[in-house]
């Protein structure tokens, strides 16, 4: 009886051993795989790792680049040396226009000028010599300018102004008494001396 008992013990122990040791054994083959992991996988995380950190960065492939750069949205910024832009003539019609000006345009370049010179002769003025006749007072200075667009009655109150009289004769050159509507400039042009229109002037009637 001792001996089956000790032989059962024996094989409850054998069983026991036996299975700690499998037991043990898978441990070690799943510490083995941990610590061990296969050459694919390790190759294949460390690649996700980059990528990771490489979109963490910001970072674009150069196929990406390239892709990008020929698209409508983003054109090329860079062109190619040799392309130079056109040079741009003008049309031989817009010279042709500038030598043909219509006529109303000379019509009026004409009048413009007409306008600019008859502004210049109504602001030309001329010279007035006086020469008192009698007792009545030399005037000084005895040449004065007067606007030759004026009025002969204008140098006639010039006198009386001057001489502080209440009527005075004026005479062209000795001769004749000019109407005091006549133009200064017309009297000056017909009957200057030295470029000078002289007035003869005294305090009563002198001539006719």
Known sequence: MSGILESESDN??????SSMSSTNESL???VSATRNPPTGHLVQSRLEHFSRRLS????ASSQDVSERAGTPDRPNVI??????????EAPTSAFT?????????????????KDERASS???QKVQIKFQPIGSIPQ???SVCR??????????????????KVDQIYCYVNNSFAPNPQLIVGDLWSQFKVDDELIISYCGSKAFG
């Open 12 to 17: 409850d122990d054998s069983a026991q051993s």
């Open 28 to 30: 070690r083959q799943q």
């Open 56 to 59: 963490l960065l910001g970072l």
């Open 79 to 88: 062109e190619p040396v040799n392309i130079v832009a056109q040079r741009q």
């Open 97 to 113: 226009q500038l030598n043909h000006i219509p006529s109303t345009t000379s019509q009026v370049i004409k009048n413009l000028e």
């Open 121 to 123: 002769s109504s602001q």
């Open 139 to 141: 005037i000084n200075p």
């Open 146 to 163: 007067i606007t030759a667009t004026q009025p002969f009655s204008l140098v006639i109150t010039f006198l009386i102004r001057r001489l």
